[in-house]
C-alpha cells in the first residue's frame, strides 16, 4: 500500500482574512555558514545557564543533521548573528562541525529582536527577562519605560538562571510589568526605592512576592500620608523570606494571593505600635 500523500491545506481553517500569500522576503537565503563567523548579540540573546548547557550536552550526545535544522541568522558585515539556534551552533562547534546550515536575512538589530521574541514567544524555556530584554532591543516602548526606571536605579535583570540574586538584581519582570500598569511607574520607583534605601546590600531582595507586596504597602503608606522614611526604618529590619513563607501557609488555607497576604502581614507590622498613620489591612 502506497502511503506517500501530497501535502493539502487544514480542514475548517478561515482563510478569509488572508487578501494573498506571504511573500518571501527579498533578502532571505540559505547559506551554510562557518562556525567561527557565528557570533551572539547579548542586548537580546540569553546567556548561558547551567540548564542551558545541559540542553547543550544533550544535543551533542544525540547530534544527527536530521533534526538539525537551519539556524536563523542576521548577516553583519562579514559576521553573521544568531536570532535562533544558539544550542545547537555551540553543540556542533563542540563536536567540531566548520559549516553549519543558516537562513540569512539582513534585519537590523531591532528587526533581531522582534524576530528572536516571535519565534521563541511559545518557547517555555525562554524566561520573562530574556524576551524582556529582546523587547528592549525590540524597540517596545512599556518594555524600554521599564528598563529605564531600572537603570535609573541601579537594578539589573543581567542574572544567571538558576542562582540566588546579588544586591540590585531581580528576575521579577512579570510582576514588575504588572505592577507598571497598576498602582503605575510613579509608585513602582517608589517602592523599589524604599526597599533599596531599606535593604541596599541585602541578597535576593529583588523577589517578585517582595516588590509586589512591598507595592500594596507603600501605596497604602502614602494614601494614609505616613511617612516615606518611616516606611524605610520598618524595612530596614524585615525578613521578606519569613514573611513568605508565612503568607504561602495562609494561602494554602484560604486561598488567594501569597502576595496580598504577605501585604497584611506588612500592614500589621507597620502598624505596631503606632497610634497615628495606622492603616487598614
Keep these: ?3 506517500i500523500a501530497r501535502i493539502s491545506p487544514l480542514d475548517g481553517i478561515a482563510i478569509g482574512k488572508l487578501v494573498t500569500p506571504p511573500e518571501m522576503p527579498g533578502q532571505l537565503s540559505f547559506e551554510m555558514v562557518p562556525v567561527d563567523k557565528l557570533y551572539i548579540d547579548r542586548n537580546y540573546q540569553r546567556t548561558i545557564s547551567n540548564k542551558s ?3 547543550i550536552r544533550k544535543i551533542v550526545k544525540g547530534f544527527s543533521w536530521t533534526r538539525f535544522g537551519a539556524l536563523s541568522v542576521a548577516k553583519r558585515d562579514n559576521s553573521y548573528l544568531i536570532i535562533d539556534g544558539q544550542h545547537r551552533a555551540i553543540a556542533a562547534m563542540t563536536l567540531g562541525v566548520t559549516l553549519v546550515p543558516c537562513m540569512v536575512s539582513s534585519e537590523d ?3 533581531q529582536a522582534l524576530e528572536f521574541v516571535g519565534i521563541n514567544n511559545d518557547r517555555t524555556r525562554v524566561g520573562s527577562v530574556d524576551k524582556f530584554r529582546a523587547r528592549c532591543a525590540s524597540g517596545d516602548k512599556q518594555a524600554l519605560e521599564l528598563a529605564q526606571m531600572l537603570t535609573d536605579l541601579g537594578i539589573t535583570t ?3 538562571p538558576g542562582t540566588p540574586l546579588k544586591p540590585k538584581q531581580t528576575r521579577a519582570i512579570a510582576a514588575l510589568e504588572r505592577l507598571m500598569k497598576h498602582p503605575g511607574p510613579g509608585m513602582l ?8 534605601d531599606a535593604q541596599p546590600k541585602q541578597t535576593n531582595l529583588l523577589t517578585s512576592f517582595a516588590i509586589s507586596a512591598t507595592a500594596m504597602l507603600t ?3 502614602i494614601e494614609a500620608g505616613g511617612d516615606l522614611d518611616d516606611l524605610v526604618v520598618m524595612l530596614r529590619e524585615t525578613d521578606f ?3 513568605r513563607i508565612d503568607a504561602v501557609k495562609v494561602t494554602r488555607m484560604f486561598g488567594g494571593k501569597t502576595s496580598h497576604h504577605g501585604a497584611k502581614i506588612l500592614v500589621r507590622m507597620w ?4 497610634t497615628k498613620g495606622r492603616i487598614k489591612e
Excluded: C, P
Design 1 to 3: 500500500m502506497n502511503e
Design 53 to 55: 548547557a545541559a540542553i
Design 109 to 111: 538589530q531591532k528587526g
Design 158 to 160: 543581567d542574572v544567571i
Design 189 to 196: 520607583f517608589t517602592t523599589l526605592e524604599v526597599m533599596l
Design 219 to 221: 501605596a497604602k503608606v
Design 241 to 243: 523570606e519569613s514573611i
Design 271 to 274: 502598624n505596631k505600635g503606632r
